[in-house]
């Protein structure tokens, strides 16, 4: 391998501000960037933990068991962690997800769920003497589990579940089944194959009488033999788009008698004798909900930065169609048009990445203020979460395919990395709560936060720009600024939200219910709720990168505003359609909006190489061809193809057995 | 398996046409239809041609191996349908390619190119003398070979292609060399381990001159062992998204001698002596282009058409989240949202394959005009079949996703067919021109269109539209008619190309060359160029439904003037954006359009299933256990996890090798 591909180096010797400072700010601080190093170096120096192939080679069979095989390895270390007193949320999010677990396991671990699931399920649900029964033996990976809720015929909406848990007194028993096919469990990861007990979701019934639904601890599999169990059909769901690796499983249940004590009773009890005691709140629920939605925001970003960093470091190695017919190809950052495909994604790693720590703070606060019993602005947050659960991921999984898109052919291959990466994100965009129900659950609050704004009522303070726009008859001065265009995305998101609820109006002045009314909207509603969700990102980045520039170098600071635009100014042309519609702008408007736009591609142009670096992700974890340190692409490229198993014979045994007789069928 | 699944057989039950009278015009006619059925019948009853287990279990060495045996087979049928005189354009299509080709090897087939490039680059660039040398061994399959253009640093841009080939008159060989690693041919399907032979694009050097881009004909592998000949270094690129049986390779090339006579002569030559002759001109190499673009466009409407047949059946079996609280969970296609992703897919899957068909008609035209010596029309056509392809490919993968997405988890599911669809699909957002650099190319006609324009100059059809807009001040009387919108997107092209033309002159005035200027205004004209995309779809959909609704039973017209009002309204809110830029339109002319989309919606959809069913694709093509057409959605989801070779054992090896070690190590 070459040294360092001369055009990207030239790049970075060329930045006008010091990578490592971002990079820093980036980690959050001195002391969590040394966390990650420590941990970087416990991962990927580990020979133990390298494939003996591309994994992109291996059988579905194959590429499990090497799963299991990696898995067991990291949850030693994850035990090892433990009992030093080393381990924390930050580890495990690093181990199992997040950057470096991909690193490990790109196509997922099959254990995830035994520790980001199973063992949370037990902290929050179960009693405390359940706690001590099971805690230990879970931590200690003596018992292996998941969390099976979804079902093969049923998914968001939770009181269509149909696996069943009904008591009987006489045992003192839960018998489980699932009395249809739609019943069986499907999805839950490490299912399959891997987890010996799992939380089953049921619906419980005692006395004869239906209670809602309960969590149960069902053990799957025997502890010595892991022979599945009477009465359990289990087994792998098969191959899919992406987390390839994870082993998500089926279960059905015929019969399953498991003890009184296997519900978990923290919220809700069933008595000895079949007497019911129902939970006295849901708000717990939500929390969790907020918290899995605040560490999504954070791996859009980081999803992001992956593609953005590849990409963007191949676009400065690979040079292609001359602008110039008499000079040299030119690197193709140098393509305004491929500059519009990667800088946009650069600087939405960065907004995502802000927003996503800012609000996982606000999510801390509220934690503390739930616990004491305020639960006021729960409901905004929860409507906040589900839309920037659906914006980030949809803008993540479709900003790594322009990403991909942008490398050309070599994007398609493997080897680049984009496809494993595409298949992690666009998962995020069905997985805890599918993106067009997230959107109508935030739509559904801000409509009727639109009809308290009617009635004079104060707002909370992320939807309070209803009211001030309900003050204006029009935006008027649109004159470009930053503040301006969040201001304007607020104004926009407002009228939005109006159309949306005159729409459920006059259909239920037609005589359709709520419901109804709510449903023949939906198109409406979605369009609203991602407008407010835009404006709150337009917000987001605005207060968030200030606030960073404030406290960094007037090196990085300039580097920083430039993004902060480019953020801005590509947000408010990609819904140009509803700027205009509500704000009176014209076509010299938007002219200058796009020159202006060109403007900061060329702005970021020299220090794109540079801001990706600062993003500090290993080479193992981009584990892309196209994307390493050294810019080395083809040498990369090439290495890979030789791991090729098909290149390690020169003659394919099927030209024997089947191109030879072919070829010489009328010889 | 149980019979018909009652919601989709009520579906059928309620339509207001008959799917059969769609699927003959959609077939192209009874006598297609007949042929179609016939081919399907040769192919689909083989037994041979069943896959010993589900393809996306295998392990990319035993899915090529399994593609060769299947391709052989399938070559052994067209060598029958030859011997009988049954071959043709539309057979090839069919076989190696299409929806059906896809049923049988929906990965690719590794002896493709030999069919669609090999062949046909012998047929277009051979002297007679040659056809004669080559074809019948060619077609008889004795040699195998594929077409090797694009190398490892090199592709859209030909004249940096670093493969050479220098004449030795000495010996009268041409002496061949990959002089780089960039230099690497990479990508030619069946290249890797198929193939025997390719055609080399490679510079051509006689008596040391530099002479332009050539091909040649080079044996790679010995006819009897199948060996990589001396000089020859060859293998298979690795796994990819998509496209994963064909075989894609590379070569490199040290000093490979060929005879003169294997440089294909027809337009140029190379004499003994080493004298070059230089071709006439090249517009037979534009011919081609637009050939296969025009096959792309056809292709991305058989992938709209097998995504949303597999995405609207799914949506009227399954059944979520219920409307009404107190009933049942509806169909999921009663969700408006639901109808939002599906039907306008719907509506492009007809939009696009009438465009193709009509666009097909226009090459056959044009191509007889150009072999009489009149090119007036192909700069025209070229530009439209740039931006077709473009468009076409960028909606169709798009398109894709969204159904994918419209099923939840399931549709990740590699047995739900779409990962396997949209790697297909995507790729041609890449491949015979990428889609940025094709919208350049139209953008690039445009502007100059624009500047005869200015002059007063008369503009060929499909480009009058901007004479008609520089006459019209503005816009006016937006009446909503389907007429109309189709006016207004010529208005709203015409004025993106005026901007387009005014940024590259303003650069241009300010002292860049015109490629300079061009380059820096990239995004103007990529976006000038979509805009003349879209207007030529809105007209192509104007004119090509309207004449199906003229030959077809009112009934049939009913629904497709549904369709084409869904899609033109669909068209324009995708680009409200621009409409209102350009057209004095008010807030609630929007929100009428909207209104109007969702009524569209309301009123395709008690017809989508009949109309999904009518795109006649058989259920090997779609290949799909949520788009059967028994509707029997979970029961082949089931039935497809039992085929998973993880699932034949109950305890895998690695619970006993790693996992139980690893849960004991503690005891």
Known sequence: MPGMNPDIEKERNTATFDPKEFTILWSGGEQLYKEKKILEKLLLDDPELEDPQPISYFS?????????????????????????????????????????????????????????????????????????????????????????????????FLRGLETRADYDAKTQ????????????????????????????????????????????????????????????????????????????????????????????????????????????????????????????????????????TIATRYSAVRRQSPI???????????????????????????????TGDSFWNLYNVLSGEIEQGNLERLPEMHANACCLKALCSADAAAGVETCRLSCGGHGYMDCSNFPTIYGTTTAICTYEGENTVMLLQTARYLVKVYGHALTGEQLVPTVAYINEALKLQDFVNFDGSLECIVKAFQFVA???????????????????????????????????????????????AYTELL???KQVSPALADVLMVVLELYLVDACLNRIGDFLRFINLTDEDVTKLEVRLQRCLERLRPNAVALVDSFDLHDRVLASALGAYDGNVYEHIFESAQKNPLNKEPVNASFHKYLKPFMKAHL
Chains 1, 2 share one sequence.
Request: aromatic residues 8%.
């Open 60 to 156: 579905h069979k194959e590429l499990y068991e090497n799963s299991v095989r990696k898995a067991c390895i990291v949850g030693e270390k994850i035990r090892k962690l433990r009992a030093d007193g080393e381990d924390g949320v930050n580890t495990y999010n690093a181990l199992l997800g997040g950057s470096l677990g991909s690193a490990i396991l790109k196509e997922g671990n099959p254990l995830a769920l035994h520790y980001v699931m199973f063992l949370p399920t037990i902290m929050g649900q179960g009693t405390i003497e359940q706690q001590v029964e099971w805690l230990s033996k879970a931590w200690d990976c003596e018992i292996i589990g998941t969390y099976a809720q979804t079902e093969l015929g049923h998914g968001t």
């Open 173 to 308: 028993e839960f018998v489980l089944n699932t009395p249809t096919l739609t019943a069986y469990k499907w999805w839950p990861g490490g299912l399959g194959h891997t987890a010996n007990h799992a939380v089953v979701v049921a619906q419980l019934y005692t006395k004869g009488e239906f209670r809602g639904l309960a969590p149960f601890i069902v053990q799957l599999r025997h502890s010595d033999t892991h022979e599945p169990l009477a009465g359990i059909d289990i087994g792998d769901i098969g191959t899919k788009l992406g987390m390839k690796g994870v082993n998500n499983g089926y279960l059905g249940l015929k019969n399953v008698r498991i003890p009184l004590n296997n519900m978990l009773m923290k919220n809700q009890q069933v008595l000895p004798d079949g007497t019911y005691v129902a939970p006295k709140n849901n708000v717990l629920t939500y929390g969790t909900m907020m918290f899995v939605r605040c560490a999504i925001i954070r791996d859009t970003a980081t999803a992001l930065a992956k593609a953005s």
């Open 324 to 354: 110039d017919p008499n000079q040299r190809e030119p690197q193709i950052m140098d393509h305004t048009t491929q500059q519009l495909k990667l800088f946009p994604q650069i600087a939405k790693a960065i907004v995502f990445k802000a």
């Open 494 to 540: 407002a009228n939005k939200v109006r159309v949306a609820y005159e729409q459920v109006d006059q259909r239920r002045q037609q005589g359709h219910s709520t419901e109804m009314a709510a449903s023949l909207s939906g198109v409406f509603l979605t369009s609203a709720a991602e407008l407010h969700g835009r404006a709150f990102l337009a917000q987001s």
């Open 547 to 549: 606030a960073m520039c």
